[in-house]
């Protein structure tokens, strides 16, 4: 079996070039592949496009990437945490492809197994499937890309829009634990995205709190096989942010007597 794990996260993403696409695990600030990300950050790669459930944070996570302009196109379905998001996208600076959070999921796995093309009944109806949502604003805000209209055919009598599969480039995700052959394993809602994009990435690369000897994980356990992954780096458990801290005054918190 081969060795896949390489020693630093440098290494891991020096090949990553200008304009190539990338699926990035994570869900909020859940599971992101914080060094990959920083790594890149600091090679410099530009003109990216990444396909992730959201873009990061103002400075943290792919909004690093974000604020330096070093992001093209995205595909994502929420992006309402970063405003530098909110104002490249409407001064015209970034494309950006909503995608229905399910279909994205789906989009993935799909790329993943080898499906081209799936058909599924969210968003029709809508802009999703009838086309013009708006992709891409000009410097005034006047919409100058917008998606088009996507098949739409009957099953059982109920419409189905036809979803193409994505299959990036790269893809960087954040495991608790990987061996030395690429197989992964989550931790609890840290598995949100990070699996399917492990799945669709041509080249997938690792990030793991733990790195572990072949042998050591429970096969029954793994989450991702190592036949998905091309790269393992142990970066250890890093610096885990909450996105909304959402607290109670002692003086508003019910006393023990009244718990």
């Excluded at 309402?80 to 229905?100: C, D, H, M, W, Y």
């Excluded at 993943?112 to 013009?132: K, L, M, N, R």
């Excluded at 990030?207 to 190592?226: C, I, K, R, T, Y």
Aim: charge should be negative; aromatic fraction near 6%; glycine fraction near 12%.
């Amino acid at each position: 079996m081969i060795d896949k794990v390489v020693g630093t996260a440098a290494e891991a993403v020096a090949d990553i070039p200008d304009g190539a696409s990338l699926a990035v695990g994570g869900f909020g600030l859940c599971g992101i592949p914080v060094a990959l990300i920083d790594a890149l950050h600091e090679q410099g790669a530009t003109d990216l496009e990444t396909v992730s459930n959201n873009c990061g944070v103002d400075d943290w996570g792919l909004g690093r990437l974000l604020a330096d302009h070093r992001i093209r196109r995205t595909v994502s379905s929420y992006v309402g945490e970063n405003k530098e998001f909110a104002r490249q996208f409407l001064s015209g600076e970034l494309e950006v492809i909503l995608t229905p959070q399910g279909t994205l999921a789906e989009k993935l796995r799909a790329g993943g197994a080898g499906i081209p093309a799936f058909y599924t009944s969210a968003g029709v109806g809508t802009q999703v499937s009838e086309g013009g949502l708006p992709q891409k604003y000009d410097a005034v805000g006047e919409v100058v890309q917008a998606s088009d209209p996507k098949e739409v055919r009957t099953f059982g009598n109920a419409p189905f829009v036809l979803e193409e599969s994505l299959t990036p480039d790269f893809a960087l995700v954040h495991a608790w634990k990987g061996d030395r052959h690429g197989n992964l394993v989550f931790a609890a809602t840290a598995m949100n995205f990070n699996p399917l994009c492990a799945m669709a990435g041509k080249i997938t690369i690792a990030e793991v709190e733990e790195l572990v000897e072949p042998g050591e994980l429970d096969p029954a356990q793994v989450h991702v096989p190592g036949i998905f992954v091309q790269r393992v780096v142990a970066t250890g458990p890093g610096e885990k942010r909450i996105e909304k801290r959402t607290v109670t005054s002692a003086a508003a918190a019910p006393s023990q007597k009244e718990a």
